[in-house]
């Protein structure tokens, strides 16, 4: 059956669908980055608070700002703006029609999109534009004023082309019309994901107006949140499975894995919806959350990435089926990113890996060593070096997280140890490419990459290992650099 609100009711008895109804739902959030991850956390969260019967003023509408948004706008329009989620593990299978999306601004449409922000129903503008969208200089943390995007939204604010250029517009917009800011709640894995986007909002503001900076710092609320829920890319293979397995034709289903978790600041003044019915944490302070889940977890996914790649591996499972990879997981987190990590209230780290480590070897869900893989330039200095950085400063060994940064700086140079060549997407991949290759026989050209290896590339500590073990790993592979590592040889 293609999906459709018109066919919601002939769907197969498998699948579940919205018990409210998709019409009754009110516009209260505009979410930008409408991708897999969206669809697989926030707007299934909101259904769920649809399905229990309250807080329907609060229903999605889509906005993005890319050429590729519209391709996804049509994909999701000819199906009234309905997804079908699809979680998996090795016990559990279910498919259900989420509906808490009722809306997605036409991309470019400036004025339109102003408008819809500037009214006063939308009370929250979220956002998942991944990691590299923020506009931040890698290594320094720090907004980068001077991008050129930014440079031309600023001096047009009228008709901007950014998320923060967008937002902002809407805020002023609504402070001359003399309505309460929205709050705006950033769904990226960025350590301190609210900090960074106020950063982003109020130094478009400054580049302006001074005032209005500090109008921005004052008046709107920026949350930080932790999200957790791991969403692959969708391929035709997740089409062709929900189309044999459950008989329903989705242009852009979402797979993801049963488990899901949203920490987020109560920090809301223009009001916000009932999540904790849902199983949302609202804290006070987010950071210790986001710190466990961006070090051990996307930290995780970023060490084992690489070695995966090497030895061309396909999937996340498959990597976790190998025991060096899994055992060098293992011996990385408990020996080095656990033990620097401050304690979280009621959260026992040994307990919190363990279920990582079921989640990545979870043979259903399909996540790609690709994936983990893409966006090493913005990644790295987000979920491995900050770990590294803190260990060098406390006189602590950093073995594991040199192979891991050696692991990355191999990868890059394109091809995998049996010469395959890797598809690399990064917005800095023809760059890296050059400097790995040189890393070849000089591993510092690699490390002079200062705007990704900050400080952490200067220590010398950190040189001496770094450069040791990418030569092995050029000489032997990574299967036998592994082993060394595993065997405390390294
Ligand atoms: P996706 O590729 O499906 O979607 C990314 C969205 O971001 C798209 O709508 C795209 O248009 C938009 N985007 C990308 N770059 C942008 C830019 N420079 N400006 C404006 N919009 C931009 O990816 P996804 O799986 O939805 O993941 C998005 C983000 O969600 C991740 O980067 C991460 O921060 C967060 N997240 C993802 C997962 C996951 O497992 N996929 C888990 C936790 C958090």
């Known amino acids: 059956v293609k999906l459709s609100k018109a066919t919601l009711q002939n769907l197969p008895k498998n699948v579940g669908v919205p018990g409210y109804s998709q019409s009754g739902l009110k516009a209260g959030i505009i979410h930008f980055g409408i991708g897999n991850f969206h669809r697989a956390h926030q707007a299934v969260y909101l259904d769920e608070l649809f399905n229990a019967g309250t807080d329907h003023e609060w229903g999605l509408v889509g906005a993005g700002v890319l050429a590729s948004d519209e391709t996804m706008r049509q994909k999701l329009q000819a199906q009234d703006w309905l997804t079908t989620v699809v979680e998996q593990d090795s016990g559990h299978r279910t498919a259900h029609v989420t509906a808490s999306m009722i809306d997605y601004l036409q991309p470019g449409d400036t004025a339109n999109i102003i408008a819809r922000l500037a009214d006063p129903e939308i009370r929250i503008v979220s956002l998942t534009i991944t990691e590299g969208g923020y506009f931040i200089d890698p290594a320094s943390g720090v907004f980068n004023p001077q991008h050129p995007a930014i440079v031309s939204d600023a001096a047009n604010i009228k008709d901007p082309s950014t998320v923060f250029g967008l937002i902002l517009a809407g805020l002023m917009r609504r402070r001359d019309e003399g309505t309460a800011p929205f709050t705006v709640m950033s769904c990226d894995n960025i350590p301190g994901n609210g900090h960074v986007t106020c950063d982003a909002v109020s130094?478009?503001?400054?580049?302006?107006?001074?005032?209005?900076?500090?109008?921005?710092?004052?008046?709107?609320?920026?949350?930080?949140?932790?999200?957790?829920?791991?969403?692959?890319?969708?391929?035709?293979?997740?089409?062709?499975?929900?189309?044999?397995?459950?008989?329903?034709?989705?242009?852009?289903?979402?797979?993801?894995?049963?488990f899901k978790q949203w920490v987020l600041e109560d920090h809301f003044p223009a009001g916000r919806p009932a999540l904790e019915k849902v199983g949302v944490t609202f804290v006070k302070d987010v950071a210790p959350y986001e710190l466990m889940k961006i070090r051990i977890l996307n930290g995780g996914h970023a060490a084992i990435a690489y070695p995966a790649s090497l030895m061309d591996i396909h999937f996340v499972h498959e990597a976790m089926e190998e025991p060096l990879i899994r055992d060098f997981l293992t011996k990385l987190e408990r020996e080095e990113i656990i033990p620097v990590l401050p304690p979280v209230p009621g959260t026992s780290f040994d307990a919190y890996f363990d279920l990582i480590v079921r989640r990545f070897s979870n043979p259903?869900?399909?996540?790609?060593?690709?994936?983990?893989?893409?966006?090493?330039?913005?990644?790295?200095p987000k979920f491995i070096l900050p770990t590294t950085a803190d260990r060098l400063k406390a006189?602590?060994?950093?073995?594991?997280?040199?192979l891991v940064s050696a692991l990355w700086c191999r990868f890059c140079a394109g091809t995998t140890d049996s010469g395959k060549p890797t598809n690399y997407l990064d917005a800095s991949a023809e760059r890296l490419k050059v400097e790995a290759l040189k890393a070849k026989d000089d591993p510092k050209a690699f490390l002079a990459m200062t705007d990704i290896f900050g400080e952490v590339g200067t220590s010398p500590i950190f040189v001496e290992s770094f450069s040791r073990i990418l030569r092995i790993l050029w000489d032997k592979g990574a299967r036998e650099?592994?082993?060394?590592?595993?065997?405390?040889?390294?």
């Open 203 to 258: 130094g478009l503001a400054a580049v302006i107006d001074p005032n209005l900076a500090q109008w921005v710092k004052d008046q709107v609320a920026f949350p930080n949140s932790m999200v957790d829920r791991i969403t692959p890319a969708t391929t035709d293979r997740e089409r062709g499975l929900l189309a044999t397995d459950f008989g329903v034709e989705d242009n852009w289903p979402v797979f993801c894995e049963p």
């Open 364 to 380: 259903k869900i399909g996540d790609t060593i690709q994936r983990l893989c893409q966006d090493g330039s913005n990644r790295q």
């Open 395 to 402: 006189g602590n060994g950093i073995t594991g997280l040199s």
């Open 481 to 490: 650099t592994l082993t060394l590592y595993l065997a405390d040889k390294l």
